[in-house]
């Protein structure tokens, strides 16, 4: 199969709004994305981050920065606050180049985030 541009999701919570927290479970998540699906550096297009209201006191970009994702477009958001929805939270969508097919990629999620998506496999 030739190379195609393929997203891949992830999420993670954090315990408080404290920014070694982001920054490392952002790291986390990134590595564990990368090394179950094995994706490279020059895989990669572009990673948008999500972060929950209550998380403020950091970007999750400046964590992925510390892993030399530098010169990989970032982009940070606010998720929209739906009433009831899983505090603290961290979501990822990478967009990258890869041979593999869609049904091959495995999402990853870590921490609390683990029950937002239990119908995927690890």
Wanted: hydrophobic letters at 40%.
């Amino acid at each position: 199969m030739p190379p195609a541009v393929r997203a891949l999701r992830g999420a993670t919570t954090c315990d408080a709004d404290d920014p070694t927290q982001i920054a490392e479970r952002t790291v986390a998540l990134l590595q564990e994305m990368f090394a179950r699906n094995g994706v490279e550096h020059d895989d990669l297009i572009s990673i948008l981050f999500t972060t929950t209201e209550d998380l403020t006191s950091a970007f999750p970009a400046a964590g992925a920065r510390t892993i030399g994702l530098g010169d990989v477009p970032l982009l940070c958001a606010r998720e929209i606050p739906v009433p009831g929805s899983m505090p603290r939270c961290i979501r990822v969508l990478a967009h990258l180049e890869t041979e593999r097919a869609r049904s091959e990629l495995h999402h990853v999620y870590l921490e609390a985030a683990v029950s937002l998506r239990d119908d995927l496999p690890s």
